[in-house]
């Protein structure tokens, strides 16, 4: 396998820097060109940059741009700032493949950019896909680049998906954790806090992605980019729950056989075989052992205790640029949570208004998607001003 050339979005978040660690383990498979960071961790990223000296470095925040300018020794790698510098990161000419690991719907520029530029795709981020499926998927075909999913779910069914016998599938089943709330009754599930959100039993996440899969909405993402991964209808797409987190997901064909891909918790087989693929390559992640897991359970989701998982599918049935208005009313709901001023059950409630009270457009352009992005950010906050969650 040639050495492959990495531009890496979202280097100091949970998968950036477990990509890196991906690249740790096959140091003769990869090298980091570029690496795009929000700014909060200056720290951090400097470290990354002295450690794999990347030809370029983009930080969205130009203030913290200048302060890693300023302390970096090394004056080989460009520092860039702002959205144009996120492009330049994901667009660089010597590229080969970029792993799209920023945080909500602020990868989706980047991200369509480096598709534009003829880069494969390593994805992680979905919102790209969740508000801007179809325009993506469009330019994905129009320039004939890979996408290949970094979530863990989404890398399982793409893993089980048989290419001679695609017209034999029957549904894909998506597994869902729970989240931290997956045994709350709907009691408790009213006064929960924050910090008790963040505490996920199985994975290692940021918070913003915590907080969903503790209110089933990161499956509800999951399932509308699904939908445009995979080109399957939203009646075709299960969920259940299967806290044990073992089986990431699952193929149900129509002769009644269903492929499962299972493993270990752990994010980087996900990214590696993204990465790697079509190959398979060594890793240091843990090898499942059957005897210790003992077994494995599934449940129904508890629709109406979370409500977030309904409303991503209607959503992504309504299409358009309802799925943009959803994307960003949850990721602005989600902040007004974790900032205290509003409660968890308060997050549906405030989606579903946002949904009721957005225009709805047909085949949106990206500048249609953005605009309705901050406008539901927008209504979120103004609903929560006015007291009237």
């Excluded at 280097?11 to 477990?18: E, F, L, N, Y």
């Excluded at 010597?94 to 520029?109: F, H, K, N, R, T």
């Excluded at 994805?123 to 890979?146: D, M, P, R, Y």
């Excluded at 913003?208 to 499956?219: P, R, W, Y």
């Amino acid at each position: 396998m040639a050495v492959k050339k990495l531009s890496i979005l979202g280097s100091t978040g949970s998968i950036g820097t477990q990509t890196l660690q991906v690249v740790n383990n096959l140091p003769d498979k990869f090298s980091v060109v570029a690496l795009a960071a929000g700014g909060s961790n200056i720290e951090l990223i400097k470290k990354q940059v002295e450690t794999y000296k990347p030809k370029l470095v983009a930080i969205s925040d130009k203030d913290a741009a200048c302060e890693l300018n300023r302390q970096l020794d090394n004056h080989e790698t460009e520092v860039v700032a702002g959205v144009e510098g996120l492009i330049a990161a994901a667009t660089i000419s010597e590229v080969d493949i970029v792993v799209a690991a920023i945080s909500g719907v602020a990868g989706l520029l980047p991200t369509y950019q480096a598709i534009k530029a003829g880069k494969d795709i390593a994805l992680a981020n979905k919102e790209t896909l969740v508000a801007a499926g179809e325009l993506v998927l469009s330019e994905v075909k129009k320039k004939n680049v890979k996408l290949l999913p970094i979530d863990s779910e989404h890398s399982a069914i793409f893993q089980c998906l048989e290419q001679d016998n695609l017209n034999a599938v029957k549904s894909i089943i998506l597994t869902a954790s729970g989240g931290a709330f997956r045994d709350y009754s709907a009691d408790e599930l009213a006064n929960v806090i924050p910090e008790q959100a963040l505490k996920h039993p199985n994975w290692n996440m940021g918070k913003k992605i915590t907080v969903d899969s503790a209110s089933l909405m990161n499956k509800g993402l999951e399932v509308i980019e699904a939908h445009w991964l995979f080109s399957i209808d939203y009646q075709d797409i299960e969920v259940v729950i299967h806290p044990q987190s073992v089986i990431h997901s699952m193929v149900r064909y129509s002769d009644g056989s269903i492929l499962a891909h299972l493993g270990v918790p752990d994010m980087r087989v996900a990214i590696q075989y993204a990465l790697t693929w079509p190959k398979r390559c060594k890793s240091q992640v843990k090898q499942l052992d059957f005897v210790k897991l003992g077994e494995i359970t599934f449940k129904e989701p508890r629709w109406d205790d979370f409500p977030c998982l309904k409303l991503a599918y209607e959503a992504g049935k309504a299409g358009g640029n309802i799925p943009a208005a959803l994307n960003g009313a949850n990721e602005a709901a989600v902040e007004q949570f974790l900032a205290g001023y509003i409660k968890f059950n308060d997050i549906p409630k405030l989606i579903a208004k946002v949904m009721e009270s957005c225009s709805f457009m047909n085949k949106p352009t990206l500048e249609e998607i953005i605009y309705t992005d901050g406008f539901a950010r927008k209504k979120v906050q103004e609903i929560v001003s006015a007291g009237k969650v």
